[in-house]
């Protein structure tokens, strides 16, 4: 089976959930006998030098990448709100990858087209156009969903700015969820969620994997306390908000049940309230250059 894998930003380094998704579902691909290209975009806000990818990162039969300036500016951001369209998605609908990805699909056949994200749903029209392959998503979360969330606690002006411009992103996300062939969902909660927003096409789930063979283990730990890690990007609100909650609602609970109990928390970009925590047994290291080796 021919599978070409469609991201909206490079899966290297695994420092982040969409990039262990991508990488571990792509490598389980190879693996089991298929070949699998990578077509990604290489954003500003994620840029990734490829020439710097380890020697073992050989699971794709080819890689390919498309720079694409996904910033968000003040200017499109505010005439948006006088758009139908969602700005989410407008950052991503680059017509520099429009023309990679047709080029790849006229130059070779797949059976499977994959879109790692919502936001690469723009370019269903190209694959339709140049392939006779299956489109599919691989749905990382309902994305409406977590933009409402972030919206509920962000500062006025920014709570207001994301009250206009969320629901043009769950109207997006319920509009083209019926033009893939298949639906691939992390949670049998998101795959409800979907049903429940009127997807009719099939769905399955496939939760996160990883190889347990990049993982080593620490006999040494067991003589340490007890301790919980989290790793992910610090500049994306989703992961600001669920650290927030973590520290307020469940780790006071926790520490006093586990009072040795520790918290190790490793990402790039932190806001400065992460940088500085100062809460008993937390730790915050920064970006690591490896998430197996910190998670380990």
């Not at 695994?14 to 990488?23: C, E, H, N, R, V």
């Not at 968000?72 to 948006?80: D, E, G, K, S, V």
């Not at 049998?188 to 996160?208: C, H, M, N, W, Y």
Request: proline fraction near 6%.
């Amino acid at each position: 089976m021919r599978i070409l894998q469609l991201c909206n930003k490079f899966p290297w380094p695994l420092k982040d959930g969409a990039a262990i998704a991508s990488t571990y579902l792509a490598k389980a691909f190879a693996e089991l006998g298929s070949e699998v290209t990578l077509l990604s975009m290489n954003t500003s806000k994620h840029w990734f030098d490829t020439a710097t990818l380890p020697g073992d990162f050989n699971h794709y039969s080819a890689i390919q990448t498309v720079f694409v300036d996904n910033r968000i500016r003040p200017i499109p951001a505010f005439l948006n709100l006088f758009s139908e369209k969602s700005y989410h998605v407008e950052r991503f609908a680059d017509a520099g990858f429009a023309h990679a990805l047709a080029g790849l699909l006229e130059s070779q056949a797949f059976d499977i087209v994959q879109l790692e994200s919502l936001y690469l749903t723009p370019f269903i029209p190209v694959i339709r156009k140049h392939s006779q392959a299956l489109i599919v998503l691989r749905a990382h979360n309902v994305e409406h969903e977590i933009w409402e969330r972030i919206a509920e606690n962000a500062h006025p002006l920014k709570r207001w700015y994301l009250q206009q411009i969320t629901p043009r992103l769950k109207q997006y996300e319920i509009d083209h969820l019926n033009e893939y062939d298949l639906l691939v969902g992390i949670s049998e909660r998101d795959v409800e969620q979907f049903r429940t927003l009127g997807l009719q096409k099939p769905a399955t789930i496939s939760p996160i994997g990883i190889d347990c063979r990049d993982y080593q283990v620490d006999h040494l730990s067991f003589a340490r306390p007890l301790s919980l890690s989290f790793i992910g990007s610090l500049d994306w609100m989703p992961n600001q908000e669920g650290l927030n909650w973590f520290l307020n609602e469940v780790w006071p609970l926790l520490t006093l049940k586990f009072p040795d109990l520790e918290f190790h928390i490793a990402g790039r970009t932190a806001p400065a309230w992460i940088r500085h925590l100062n809460i008993g047994n937390v730790s915050f290291h920064g970006e690591v250059p490896s998430s197996p080796d910190f998670l380990g």
